[in-house]
């Protein structure tokens, strides 16, 4: 494992020495600490209220040893949401080691999901986007449990490197093409969703785990997760749809698929979290695959992650 993944520890350590042309292409993008932030000085423009809400995005911020791209501001999952995935899926897998963070970002999810497993591993396609988790997981005394992995998805998928390791569950919130998404009215999955469509990124994940979630936008198509779901599973299949709500704001929705999130029931575990609903999607026959299921036919559960 530590030939092929970076140890967050020691990840400019590690990369100097296994990968020298990978490590002077970031040298001058993290010259001068430009990636650090600092709390107290205000940002402009497009990024002065993800600036505004700095402190939703890690809770350590005011720290001024947090790392961020500029593209980063505006997605990397707010630390409330990130904790709260992290808890549901150690209350649905509690026996579970490890776990993938696919387009990890700046590990916002990635350092939550360390705080709860063993092992946590993260995915990006950008090295400075890798170094950036590397520090962050640092700030949150996580680094010692993350292990990080460069390159494209694409590529990463079709080595298997992570189907020789054992993973217990995927997560993925992959990217959604920028703050535009939300001017969609229903946001397609197969044509919007980068770097390709949910089937292709599902029938990925689904080699590693059977366990496998997505975060995506709140406008998603549903129809599109219910014909998937049928395609890649079997008719038979499920798959449950939680809405995250911040502060009664609907952050986006949680696709989960799995025996262990399917089947999940309240639990004591989870009562802070104020369960109100969930949506199981589980149509019985193939010739049902297009068929629109009326809104009479679904069950919402929205979790409010503030109460």
């Not at 025996?259 to 029931?265: E, H, I, K």
Request: hydrophobic share 35%.
């Amino acid at each position: 494992m530590g030939k092929k993944v970076y140890h967050a520890s020691h990840f400019l350590h590690t990369l100097k020495k296994r990968s020298n042309k990978r490590y002077r292409k970031l040298v001058p993008r993290i010259a001068d600490d430009n990636y650090r932030i600092k709390s107290h000085e205000r940002l402009h423009g497009k990024l002065f209220k993800y600036w505004k809400s700095r402190h939703s995005l890690f809770s350590k911020i005011d720290s001024n040893q947090i790392y961020m791209t500029e593209e980063l501001w505006y997605s990397v999952t707010p630390e409330v949401l990130a904790k709260f995935l992290a808890k549901f899926i150690k209350a649905c897998l509690p026996e579970a080691n490890s776990i993938l963070d696919v387009f990890c970002g700046g590990g916002g999810n990635t350092i939550q999901f360390a705080m709860e497993f063993p092992r946590a591993y993260g995915v990006d396609s950008r090295m400075d986007h890798l170094y950036c988790t590397a520090q962050n997981a640092k700030v949150y005394g996580v680094d010692d449990r993350i292990w990080l992995k460069y390159g494209t998805w694409d590529k990463i998928s079709k080595s298997g490197l992570f189907e020789k390791m054992k993973v217990d569950c995927v997560f993925a919130s992959p990217p959604w093409g920028g703050p535009e998404y939300s001017k969609q009215n229903v946001y397609d999955l197969e044509s919007s969703l980068q770097p390709v469509g949910v089937t292709e990124l599902l029938k990925s994940f689904f080699k590693i785990s059977s366990n496998v979630l997505l975060f995506l936008p709140r406008n998603s198509d549903l129809h599109q997760i219910a014909r998937t779901t049928r395609k890649l599973l079997g008719p038979t299949a499920k798959c449950r749809v939680l809405y995250v709500k911040d502060n009664g704001y609907l952050k986006g929705i949680v696709c989960m698929w799995g025996v262990a999130f399917t089947n999940y029931q309240e639990d004591t575990t989870l009562v802070e979290l104020n369960e109100v609903g969930n949506h199981t999607d589980n149509e019985s026959s193939e010739q049902e695959e297009d068929k629109e299921v009326s809104s009479s036919e679904k069950q919402y559960f929205s979790y409010d992650i503030d109460g």
